[in-house]
């Protein structure tokens, strides 16, 4: 974080057993809200104050920044991974599921945009991420692709890769417009991709 001068190495890092997951869960929240509002560069007290707790708590959980910052990436995603099969099971239609989810993955991306930048040239780190990021949420977009068309014929079998990856691109605006809105395209985007080809 900002106030460590050297990033301790990944063996030096102290051990959390025992300590309850629910703290670490509610440190992630805290951190990704303060990341959303003040940047990752945000003073690690802002996130403690956000949090409830003393900044010693939070280095005791995540001592370089770069473990938080990787740690709130993964948490969310790992959160919009969980969304997918639950929305699934409380929609009403299949679609309305996926269009639910669409909007969480928009609202990822747009707010969270910054997080893999933040490892600062770490190529393997943002390429591990990255690989993570697709191999949780691409297998939870195909679920719901699949439940959403159904056995409608003659919608375009467009893979779920190339549907997230084009709900990226169409984020990419959002970055610094605040008229630019990016859910609206996306949801034109879900239309396009449900509706059957024209004959």
């Not at 703290?23 to 509002?37: D, H």
């Not at 930048?117 to 991420?129: F, I």
Request: net charge negative.
């Amino acid at each position: 974080m900002s106030e460590v001068e050297s990033e301790p190495s990944h063996d030096a890092r102290p051990q959390r057993a025992g300590r309850p997951r629910r703290s670490e869960q509610a440190l992630l929240e805290a951190a990704a809200a303060v990341f959303v509002t003040s940047g990752v560069d945000a003073p690690v007290r802002e996130i403690a104050a956000k949090a409830g707790v003393g900044v010693g708590t939070i280095y005791r959980h995540f001592p370089t920044r770069s473990e938080l910052v990787v740690a709130v990436y993964r948490h969310q995603v790992e959160a919009c991974a969980d969304a997918g099969p639950r929305l699934l099971a409380e929609s009403a239609t299949p679609e309305a599921a996926l269009r639910a989810w669409v909007a969480l993955f928009v609202e990822f991306l747009v707010t969270k945009h910054g997080l893999p930048g933040a490892l600062q040239g770490d190529s393997a780190g943002s390429d591990a991420l990255h690989t993570y990021f697709v191999d949780r949420l691409v297998p939870v977009c195909a679920s719901l692709l699949e439940a959403a068309r159904g056995s409608a014929e003659g919608t375009p079998a467009i893979d779920a890769y190339t549907v997230l990856r084009g709900i990226g691109n169409l984020c990419i605006g959002a970055t610094g417009d605040a008229r630019y809105r990016a859910a609206d395209l996306v949801q034109l985007l879900i239309s396009g991709v449900l509706a059957p080809e024209a004959r």
